[in-house]
């Protein structure tokens, strides 16, 4: 079993920057593929960014050259640094993991942070 559980929410005016925090704990588990995604209200869930277990990286194209998605795999953490932050990029933002679970029996699933909100407003 593995939790995943975000912070560094909250409100910032346009233009500013927040890093979001998403630590993975529980027993038995290796962590694969990392991403972070977002939902606005009346919107689907979208791929923010996401990062290999080798650290390989990919981002909406909404976010690049403003957000950097890293890892640091002996903390089994993920973070999102988001700078110039707009409006636009108000939403819930989840962490999400691919993860190996060893017992009881091996066996890979997506498992889900219950979200951070980061609202963009002046």
């Known amino acids: 079993q593995v939790q995943l559980v975000e912070s560094g929410g909250g409100l910032v005016q346009p233009g500013g920057s927040l890093r979001l925090s998403c630590a993975a704990s529980?027993?038995?588990?290796?962590?694969?593929?990392m991403g972070w995604y977002r939902q606005a209200p009346g919107n689907e869930r979208e791929l923010v960014a996401s990062i290999t277990s080798g650290g390989s990286t990919n981002y909406a194209d909404s976010v690049k050259g403003r957000f950097t998605i890293s890892r640091d795999n002996a903390k089994n953490a993920v973070y999102l640094q988001m700078n110039s932050l707009k409006p636009e990029d108000t939403a819930v933002y989840y962490c999400n993991a691919d993860a190996d679970v060893f017992r009881p029996f091996r066996r890979s699933r997506d498992y889900w942070g219950q979200g951070t909100q980061v609202t963009v407003s002046s």
């Open positions: 529980g027993s038995n588990f290796r962590l694969n593929a």
